[in-house]
Structure formats: C-alpha cells, structure tokens
C-alpha cells in the first residue's frame, strides 16, 4: 500500500545526486538555512553508518479525493549490520502513518536488513489500515463506467515475511509467508447514496500462503538505483478462510541507465529507468488480492482499485533528472491493462503520464511528490523512495 500524499515541503541544499544532476553544486557551498531545519528532523541527505540506526522524522500533510486532509509522520531508518563493508548499501525501516478528516488511519512498515555482506536478505513487510476506497467492479469496462462507482472502508491488516539467500552471483533464492485479513464496511453506491449489502460483493475474509522467490538483482542501491538490472519472479500458494484456494504469479523486469556513463551520451544528466510488471492469478481469488491498477506505484493517475481483475500487466518508463544539490525531477509514462485471461490483455490499453518532483532526506533515500494523469482523472503522490 502506497500513500497518496501532498508534501508541504519543498526546498534546496547541499548534498549531492548518485547521477549526473543538470547543475554541479559548488565544492564550497555551505549549508543552508533549511539544511539547518532538515537536519532537527534527521534529514541531512546523508547517512551516519556510525549510529546503530540513522532515522530521519518528518511530518506531512495531503489530500485525496477519498481520505480529504490529513496529516502523516514519516519516518525513515537507515543501519548496518555487523561486519557490513564500507561500499555496501545499508539496511533499510520506513514507517509511514496517517489519519485523516474522514476517519482514514493506517501505518505501513517495510524493513530490508542485509546479512553476511549481502548474501542474504529478510524483508518484513506489514499494513495496518482502515481507509476510504472505491470499487467499480471487474475488467475495463466495468472501471470506465462512472455509474459503476461504489465507495466504501477497507480494514486490511497483512504481515509478509520473507527469507532470501544468494545462490549465485547476484542471484537468490527466497521464501516467504503472507497473512492478510481484508473486509469492506460501509459499501454506497454513490449515484443515489445507498448502502450496499458489502457481503455479496467484498466479503470479507483471511488468506494465508507461502511464497517462493526467484531474483535476479544486479542494482547498486535497491530503494533507488542508477544502475543494474532487476528479474524476479514470485509464486504463491494461498488457502482463504472460506476453504478455497488460489494463487499467484508475479514477474518484474526492471532495468537503469546512468545516461552519463553511456558513450553516445557522456555528458547527459540524468537516467532512464523502465520496468515490466505482470501479476497473474488463478483459483478462487478473494476481491482484495484481484491485480490491479492505480495508485502511487502501477499506472499513477489512476485511483487505485478502479480497475481489477484476475490478470494484470503493466509498464512504464521514467526519466529521472537530478536538478540541483537535494531537488530532482521525474517524467514518465505508463501503459498497462487488466483482463480476465492473459490472452485479452491486449484487447484494451490504458495509458497514463506525468511529471513530479524529489527531494533528497537521506543517502540516496528521496521523497517523491508526483502528479499522474489518467483518462479523465489526475491524481497527487507523494511517499518515500522511487516508484520502481
């Protein structure tokens, strides 16, 4: 679960960018005055290895059509591991809470930590959320029709563990567990503002699986690369408390070019990042785990849940340009779909586009506020780390 914020921050300092920015901050610029404020927060774009974890605070504010105002604290950790090396990139917590005018609430946790140099990784991943959400049904058609619209509070409460061990050069082996609880309360239909018998369309329910990873993973930062490529492939089995069972499949390809390191481009700021994301199932699948597209991280401009459905593919394509000292920009464009089968994916296409703006907390650790177009909407973001 990504959150779909408004940053009340925006500003300039010192540090300096992974890649080429577009312009070269002064060896002997000193520290602002905002660096000053940032660094009462734990945020001076930097990471002191020499703490047993370097955190950073920040308070946000945000606004979306379904959660209104609200206001959020963001925290973000970085630490390493006895006998880490210098050059290895540290583990990482972000904590992100919020609460909202109309009683949306949640926190989200997510922790990488990195063992014996790297080789093996456990991520802990967990949501605990009552939010306002929409639902318009399944497939395309059922999403592009406003008459479709219902509104309703989604409880989700989802904890997912997972070991990997490197097998081969930069290529590892995992395992995992996912525990989710998911119901839906307060289900309207918004064209006439009844309520809706929640338990005939989003029952609620409680899925347990184990997931098996593959990955191939050559990047040099994970929560925001310059270079390298990214494969992974995850198979779940899962068992719901209704005594059905379903499962997934999900495959990302993902790859990063420093345009200054390219020979035809020396002197280019900036990269090109672009990804590939598919999400397949098949079963009995309960209507929280549908794929979907939306939100903060799969087609932007869209609102998340709008459109689902059994099978899903995506891709996009970024251009991310460090301006100057902490503050960079991004471009892109999306196009995905959704479709009962693999086979009619490509029946019907949705595309969406959009710009937005980074802001430097920590060593290589950026918030992002973008603003995503999709057809006949536009939504903000804002969270920490890159999308992909």
Request: charged share 20%.
């Amino acid at each position: 679960m990504k959150r779909i914020l408004l940053l009340t921050l925006l500003a300039f300092s010192s540090a300096t960018l992974a890649v080429e920015p577009l312009i070269d901050t002064p060896e002997d610029m000193e520290p602002t005055w905002v660096d000053d404020i940032l660094s009462i927060f734990g945020a001076d774009g930097e990471f002191d290895d020499s703490k047993p974890i370097d955190m950073s605070y920040l308070p946000t504010a945000y606004y979306t059509p379904e959660k209104k105002f609200g206001v959020g604290l963001l925290m973000v950790g970085l630490y390493k591991t006895e006998g880490a090396a210098a050059d290895e990139q540290p583990s990482s917590l972000v904590l992100n809470s919020f609460v909202s005018m109309n009683n949306s609430y949640g926190i989200e946790a997510e922790n990488m930590t990195f063992f014996n140099g790297g080789k093996q990784r456990l991520l802990l991943d967990v949501e605990l959320y009552n939010e306002a959400a929409v639902y318009y049904g399944k497939g395309i058609d059922d999403g592009n029709l406003d008459i479709n619209h219902h509104e309703y509070e989604e409880q989700l409460y989802s904890f997912k563990p997972r070991w990997m061990t490197e097998v081969a050069d930069n290529y590892f082996l995992g395992i995992g567990a996912d525990f989710t609880y998911a119901s839906a309360d307060k289900l309207e239909y918004v064209e006439t503002g009844e309520p809706v018998d929640e338990s005939t369309i989003l029952p609620s329910n409680f899925s347990s699986g184990v997931v098996v990873t593959s990955i191939y993973d050559s990047r040099d930062y994970r929560l925001n690369a310059t270079k390298g490529w990214l494969f992974q492939v995850d198979a779940g089995v899962y068992q719901n408390s209704e005594y059905s069972t379903f499962s997934t499949y999900n495959v990302e390809l993902a790859n990063y070019i420093d345009l200054s390191s390219t020979s035809m481009l020396s002197n280019a700021p900036g990269l090109i990042a672009w990804q590939v994301q598919g999400h397949f199932t098949s079963g009995d699948v309960p209507w929280n785990a549908l794929p979907d597209l939306g939100g903060s991280s799969a087609m932007r401009g869209f609102i998340k849940g709008r459109y689902r459905d059994e099978q899903m593919m995506m891709g996009q394509v970024e251009y991310r340009l460090p301006i100057f000292q902490r503050y960079g920009m991004v471009f892109w464009g999306a196009v995905g779909s959704v479709a009962p089968s693999v086979s009619d994916l490509t029946d019907e296409l949705l595309a969406s586009y959009g710009t937005g703006f980074r802001f430097k907390i920590k060593d290589n650790i950026n918030l992002r506020f973008d603003v995503g177009v999709g057809e006949n909407e536009t939504n903000f973001y804002l969270n920490v780390n890159e999308v992909f």
